[in-house]
């Protein structure tokens, strides 16, 4: 790596952990740099990253610079950020979900007794999703798809391992009456 390409680098991770505009000031006491070395790297790292087709850019103005993305691939920034509408989970999904979470594995069919409703819609759709998915077959007439949450069902909640969630039982338990 050449002395410019060092220094792009060590540019690139500030403003990328930065994510804000930073004073080209700041910049340049962090680099070590006066003021006018860091604009003139800044103008050339700028044409550079701009003249390859990066998928980030430093956009610099004369008193900060930032990291953002290229204008050249929006379309995909936009399909990749803006969520589908098919993504909103319903209250019965929701439900459907709870009862997943706590009983995992487990087949439509209990999930059904648990809710007293029919649940294929909801199972279909939390599975096309990736918050549900097949982990094995019950060992009984039919072999029924046995269900249990998905990595992302984790992320989507804050939850790190399914031990963290709370006590069935908090959610059960009647509060104590005053007499």
């Not at 319903?90 to 648990?114: F, G, H, N, W």
Request: some cysteine; proline content about 4%; overall charge negative.
């Amino acid at each position: 790596m050449n002395g410019n390409e060092a220094l792009y680098a060590k540019i690139e991770c500030l403003l990328f952990v930065s994510g804000e505009p930073v004073p080209v000031t700041e910049l340049a006491r962090v680099l070590g740099l006066s003021k006018p070395q860091t604009a003139s790297v800044l103008k050339s790292m700028e044409k550079e990253y701009t003249a390859s087709e990066r998928g980030v850019l430093p956009f610099v103005t004369e008193d900060t610079v930032q990291l953002i993305s290229n204008r050249a691939y929006i379309g995909l920034v936009e399909d990749l950020l803006q969520p589908e509408k098919s993504r909103n989970v319903s209250k019965s999904m929701l439900e459907t979900l709870a009862v997943v979470a706590y009983r995992q594995p487990c087949t439509r069919a209990d999930i059904e007794e648990v809710r007293g409703v029919r649940c294929e819609y909801a199972v279909s759709k939390l599975t096309e999703l990736g918050y549900i998915t097949e982990v094995g077959r019950k060992d009984t007439l039919g072999h029924p798809v046995l269900f249990g949450t998905t990595d992302l069902f984790l992320r989507k909640f804050g939850l790190h391992s399914l031990d963290e969630l709370k006590d069935f039982s908090d959610f059960t338990a009647f509060p104590e009456q005053k007499v």
